[in-house]
Nanobody
Framework: QVQLVESGGGLVQAGGSLRLSCAAS????????MGWFRQAPGKEREFVAA????????YYADSVKGRFTVSSDNAANTVYLQMNSLKPEDTAVYYC????????????????WGQGTQVTVSS
């Protein structure tokens, strides 16, 4: 049974940084894509970043490019999202997800999802 557990969310001032973690278990993820999505109140879930588990391919939404960095630690079975220069519009629940289809920005391509972690950026 696949489990994805996010952590690291919290309250931060604009301009600050947070690092989210997604601990994965329950299968071998070696050829999978791992994605980060977010959903703000009243808005649809949107793509943030994705990485192939090997770490060789990464993909970012334009809104976070240059500020967020996605990485993976195969030994720890953990994927990270380093978020710098945070803005109030980054406030959302952040979810990690796994996809057997590899790196994708489309939520329907993802098979398993974590429970989410809240990120709140104050102005």
């Amino acid at each position: 049974q696949v489990q994805l557990v996010e952590s690291g969310g919290g309250l931060v001032q604009a301009g600050g940084s947070l690092r989210l973690s997604c601990a994965a278990s329950g299968r071998t993820f070696s050829n999978y894509g791992m994605g980060w999505f977010r959903q703000a109140p009243g808005k649809e879930r949107e793509f943030v970043a994705a990485i192939r588990w090997s770490g060789r391919n990464t993909y970012y939404a334009d809104s976070v490019k240059g500020r967020f960095t996605v990485s993976s630690d195969n030994a720890a079975n953990t994927v990270y999202l380093q978020m710098n220069s945070l803005k109030p519009e980054d406030t959302a629940v952040y979810y990690c997800a796994s996809s057997k289809r590899g790196v994708s920005g489309i939520s329907k391509d993802y098979d398993d999802w974590g429970q989410g972690t809240q990120v709140t950026v104050s102005s």
